[in-house]
């Protein structure tokens, strides 16, 4: 029978790797970033031994992770659960208590008092199997064991999502509460998965996957004709975790891997959005995506005519074919003439896209499930005032990376009444049809888009499209629920089919 762990408790021996400089060890520093997110109550332990220098270095690491530190003798260590007990009061489960292997005994008494103790010993499992207790040989299976503890006390209760990401995307995500191994109001419990341990032993406690793919991509070659599948290359980890899917229906993604293939590509996701004719109704605004051309090469003699006959005039935007997951997948330009194609630093293909004056206003989609979120946010001027701006450089090919920052006008910015008009400006309705239907043809669960809405015609032009974004402009009270919300449905709708 498992134990409703809602403390974990550390022994500093574990953690501190050289108290003179100070630091902690490199796997301990991952898994204090994923427990203090957890909801759980967590704590670091120290002996009456450990000199006060020490002790003052180990309590200001502490608090710089939100954490508690707490006196626990070996000889009587059930004397420091009552300081235990009354800072953190009745916690509503068990604590787990992660010890040494050398204060396996001293500290196995705290089994008495309900405490779960899991020994750190790197010959892992195998040096405990006479003895009753759990052991780990590293740090990162300690969520597996609390979420697997968890799990047994609550049942089928509770569905595990392991999700897969970047550090540093993991923790915009768990910083704002996204991400608890303390089970949500709807039974939702978050197992960070990781490469550094075997996929499979962590895979067999999870009931749905959450990934960012993206994260993984070796390699994208768009410049085949062959299937999507065939020119995405992943780590090798990824690669794990897709075969693993293949075979093991009971465990699936949110968002299969073969669902985000078409948010890759610039090009494919061009001519879905040309789909939206579907959701436009007579007498009102319309929503699209941009014209655009995709170009293998800058010196085509005929590139004036080919842009002509796409219905893009200059300047525009160039942007290359692949999305994301490439280093290069941001680098971008806006063009003013058509001479200043000719060895254009954008990594062809490249998709030449319509430049849309929209008042430096665009609005963020997010797609969590069946609800729709969107904030606004400043963007690039108008073409004529990037006009004017780039006169001064002769009108030369504005080169930059999305991610980092985009074209500005020295002097100018968007007046209040002209934001204030496009906000005005905006149709939820359209974009929520748009949103839907987006979901319908991609067949993802949480995606985002931005939308610009025309000077002029009113048009709201999707102008980019992404598979799970941070959604950090909507608060967290409201996204975080909405998110949980999201992935739950997903879960109980595949288990139906």
């Known amino acids: 029978m498992g134990s409703l762990v809602k403390g974990v408790m550390i022994h500093e021996s574990l953690l501190i790797h ?152 993991e923790e915009d995500f768990a910083k704002r509460g996204a991400f608890p191994m303390n089970p949500t109001p709807n039974g939702l419990m978050f197992l960070p998965l990781t490469f550094e341990l075997p996929l499979l032993s962590q895979l067999q406690l999870v009931d749905i996957v959450l990934h960012k793919a993206t994260d993984e991509i070796i390699s994208v070659d768009l410049s085949g004709s062959s299937e999507s599948s065939n020119r995405i290359t992943f780590s090798t980890g990824m690669q794990e975790l897709q075969r693993y899917m293949e075979h093991h229906s009971d465990c699936f993604a949110i968002d299969p891997l073969d669902k985000i293939y078409p948010v890759l590509d610039r090009l494919k996701i061009q001519q879905i959005l040309l789909g939206l004719d579907a959701v436009n109704k007579e007498s009102c605004r319309a929503i699209r995506g941009p014209y655009f051309l995709k170009v293998n090469g800058f010196n085509d003699p005929d590139l004036a005519q080919s842009l002509s006959e796409a219905k893009l005039s200059l300047p525009s935007i160039v942007k290359p074919q692949v999305a994301c997951g490439v280093a290069d997948a941001h680098s971008m330009a806006i063009t003013f003439r058509v001479e200043d194609f000719k060895d254009l630093n954008v990594p062809l293909p490249a998709i030449v896209q319509e430049y849309v004056d929209h008042s430096s206003t665009i609005f963020k989609i997010y797609v969590l499930g069946e609800q729709v979120f969107y904030a606004v946010k400043k963007s690039i001027p108008n073409a004529n005032v990037l006009t004017k701006s780039s006169e001064k450089n002769e009108l030369k090919p504005l080169l930059f990376d999305s991610l980092k920052s985009l074209p500005t006008s020295t002097g100018h910015s968007a007046g209040a009444d002209s934001f204030k008009t496009n906000i005005n400006s905006f149709d939820l309705e359209l974009v929520t049809d748009a949103a839907n239907w987006l979901a319908r043809k991609l067949d993802l669960t949480i995606f985002g888009f931005d939308v610009v809405i025309q000077e002029g015609t009113g048009d709201h032009v999707i102008v980019d499209v992404n598979y799970l974004p941070s959604f950090k402009e909507v608060p967290d009270d409201i996204a975080v629920p909405a998110f949980w919300k999201a992935i739950r449905h997903k879960f109980e709708l595949r288990n139906r089919k």
């Open 18 to 169: 050289d108290y003179a400089t100070p630091s902690f060890h490199s796997s301990a520093n991952s898994l204090l970033r994923k427990l203090r997110h957890s909801n759980l109550h967590v704590g670091i332990s120290f002996s009456p031994s450990l000199p006060q220098n020490k002790v003052s270095v180990l309590k200001k690491m502490a608090k710089e992770y939100s954490f508690d530190c707490f006196l626990l003798n070996d000889e009587s260590s059930v004397d420091g659960v009552n300081e235990i007990t009354l800072s953190w009061g009745d916690i509503g489960g068990e604590i787990l208590f992660l010890v040494p292997s050398d204060k396996k005994d001293a500290f196995g008494q705290l089994s008495n008092v309900g405490w779960i103790i899991v020994v750190f010993d790197v010959e892992g499992a195998g040096a405990c199997e006479s003895s009753g207790v759990v052991c780990i040989s590293k740090l990162e299976e300690l969520p597996m064991i609390i979420c697997a503890s968890i799990r047994k006390a609550i049942g089928d209760e509770v569905v595990t999502v392991g999700y897969i990401m970047k550090p540093s995307r």
